[in-house]
């Protein structure tokens, strides 16, 4: 799978740059080409001739050669990869590549890099749940960068947790992973249609109902589905997310209503829709022109149902559409799932579970079982929202035919 592909390790000075002998060894037996770029720190943890050796390339550090000013193109290079590995990356280089810091030739590289960039932190425990870290690893992942985990264990420092730097077999299985993923061509070129998000239901100009729905599962899949080559039409509800994959067309709605008639237009030229929205039951019966003033001890608000846009598509549904729902319960949980199922008519169902710790509105992770019409059901363990995407947009794949 990794024949014949190019790829750049960018290494930053972390303690864990001692791993990439061994990766580079591993890529280039794999028939892969690699350009090892260094920052200046990570030449202190692994020799640069080394690095060379394995790599059978000069490694790159600096912008030009002050010997003889030749110029180490980072737009070249940035071109010439199928994938950039950025292993260890260290919360400085994270903090750089996440606000354009271009002050070494890794950071220049990954900025004019158009190809996926998997990026493997590592560092000490307290670095790594410092909100700063966090923030920059989310805002990567923002960008399209494919995050590979690191490992819980003992730390360079001593600190027992997480931090350590992913194994490099580990890392060699993600990217061949990615490559079978973009080399099966099955949702290539699909519509998908996926709803994401909370949605907002006005009580008066400054009140609304709402739920704790991030729209992280959502925006997810619709990644996901984008990075496999689908069309994907991703209609969500008020969500701080930010998306900019280039086959993703984001449609902004408040309310349920806006939502449905959004999706109603979308779906009619859909192949898929995956609806993963937390979309409001009920709605205002009467929205308020004025704000609401404080009058009596207790205030009642009538309510009316809004449409069911999932049980609304599953009725419009033809033959050859495929349509996924999920199921967020917090008791009799399969059951629950299974009348969801059948009531709206759905192809496949995404059971979480709030009983799960982990699983659920605003974490990064999710336990999922899928459920599909034949009633046969996969358990997954708990997972990041972008490993269970990628479960899920497995699971579509493999049932689309
Ligand atoms: O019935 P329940 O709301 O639990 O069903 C959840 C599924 O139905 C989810 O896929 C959700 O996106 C969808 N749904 C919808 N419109 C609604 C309510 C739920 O599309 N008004």
């Known amino acids: 799978m990794l024949k014949g592909k190019k790829f750049i390790l960018g290494i930053s000075g972390g303690i864990a740059a001692y791993k990439c002998a061994h990766l580079t060894r591993l890529l280039v037996k794999e028939g892969a080409e690699v350009q090892v770029l260094m920052t200046k720190m990570a030449k202190e943890f692994i020799t640069p001739l080394t690095m060379a050796t394995l790599s059978k390339r000069p490694i790159l550090v600096e912008f030009y050669n002050p010997e003889n000013g030749d110029w180490n193109s980072h737009v070249d290079t940035g071109l010439w990869a199928d994938a950039m590995i950025v292993a260890p990356a260290t919360a400085n280089t994270m903090g750089k590549m996440a606000n354009g810091i271009a002050d070494n030739l890794l950071i220049t590289t990954y900025l004019s ?29 923002s960008y399209g960068n494919i995050l590979i985990e690191p490992g819980s264990g003992e730390l360079a420092s001593g600190l027992v947790g997480k931090g350590r730097m992913a194994e490099p077999e580990e890392i060699v299985e993600k990217l061949k992973a990615y490559f079978k993923k973009k080399a099966s061509k099955k949702l290539a070129g699909k519509k998908v249609l996926v709803t994401a998000g909370p949605t907002h239901e006005k009580i008066d100009p400054v009140r609304f109902i709402g739920n704790y729905s991030s729209g992280k599962m959502g925006f997810a899949i619709a990644e996901e589905l984008a990075c496999r080559g689908a069309e994907v039409v991703l209609v969500t509800g008020p969500s701080s997310l930010s998306c900019n994959h280039p086959n993703i067309d984001r449609i902004n709605v408040v309310s349920a209503a806006d939502m449905y008639k959004a999706c109603e237009k979308v779906f009619a030229g859909c192949e898929i829709a995956v609806m993963s929205a937390a979309v409001a039951d009920y709605t205002p019966a009467v929205k308020a022109d004025q704000k609401m003033k404080r009058k009596s001890e207790t205030l009642t608000i009538e309510l009316k149902s809004t449409v069911d846009i999932a049980k609304a598509l599953g009725e419009k549904k033809k033959e050859n559409q495929f349509l996924v729902g999920f199921a967020l319960e917090t008791n009799d949980a399969e059951q629950n799932a299974l009348k969801k199922l059948n009531s709206k008519n759905l192809d496949l169902i995404v059971l979480n579970s709030l009983q799960d710790s982990g699983a659920g509105f605003n974490v990064d992770t999710n336990k999922i079982t899928i459920i ?30």
């Open 113 to 141: 890099a158009k190809c996926p960039v998997f990026v493997a932190p590592t560092m000490d425990l307290d670095m790594y749940t410092h909100p700063s870290t966090t923030r920059n690893m989310e805002t990567l992942q």
């Open 372 to 401: 599909n019409k034949q009633n046969n059901k996969k358990d997954f363990p708990l997972k990041s929202k972008v490993e269970v995407a990628n479960d899920i947009v497995d699971e579509i794949e493999s049932l689309m035919e």
